[in-house]
């Protein structure tokens, strides 16, 4: 699974504190159970705002079949919301995942430890915003980038911060498992 997925949430693209998560819980369908295609890698926290809730894959886009950068957008401030250019068909099962997971979850006002999720993918575009600047400076190069990204996990921020440059995006690509 991390091979094909790498070391990142399925969700939130966050780094670490993975586990196997069921796409099509137990509870609903125990025959899918040791199925390879019904796993995912699902941070602690996504994997409990999941919990049960959804019978099937059916009306949901899933990280496995769409790359998360194409059905939500990724704003500055940690925000996430569904993507505007999408059919209605593909906007509803984003809508969906959207709120099965809890994509959208931020603090109301002041972010708290409890606000981890939201807390590291404002770190992560922050993060971003000044590798660009150096890149743009020539205070860092294109490795560099990618391996800072690497560190930090939220593959579409930083696909986000950098549209435009193919260099970047390409690398990007090729970095982390699964986007291709």
Same mark, same amino acid.
Not at 105 to 134: C, F, H, I, M
């Given at each position: ?6 070391? %990142?949430?399925?969700? !939130?693209e ?5 586990? @196997?998560?069921? @796409? ?15 796993f ?19 009306? %949901? ?17 940690g925000?996430?919301? @569904?993507?505007?250019n ?5 906007r ?6 959207? *709120? ?9 006002s002041?972010?708290t430890?409890?606000?981890? !999720?939201?807390? #590291? ?8 915003? @000044? ?24 593959w #579409?921020v ?6 435009g440059?193919?260099?970047?995006? *390409? ?7 699964g986007?291709?």
């Amino acid at each position: 699974m991390l091979e094909r997925l790498g070391p %990142y949430c399925s969700y !939130r693209e966050r780094k670490g504190d993975l586990h @196997v998560e069921h @796409v099509v819980p137990r509870h609903h369908r125990q025959d899918l159970a040791e199925e390879w295609t019904n796993f995912l890698l699902g941070c602690v926290n996504c994997n409990s705002i999941k919990r049960k809730r959804n019978q099937s894959r059916a009306g %949901y886009t899933w990280p496995d079949d769409e790359v998360m950068w194409r059905p939500f957008e990724y704003l500055p401030h940690g925000r996430v919301k @569904v993507a505007g250019n999408l059919s209605d068909s593909n906007r509803i099962k984003a809508e969906r995942l959207f *709120d099965l997971v809890g994509l959208g979850r931020q603090p109301a006002s002041n972010p708290t430890a409890s606000d981890l !999720r939201y807390l #590291s993918r404002l770190e992560a575009w922050d993060n971003a915003v @000044v590798a660009r600047a150096k890149l743009v400076e020539g205070r860092i190069d294109v490795d560099t980038v990618v391996e800072l990204a690497k560190a930090t996990g939220f593959w #579409s921020v930083w696909m986000t911060v950098f549209v435009g440059n193919s260099a970047v995006c *390409d690398r990007l690509r090729d970095a982390f498992p699964g986007t291709r």
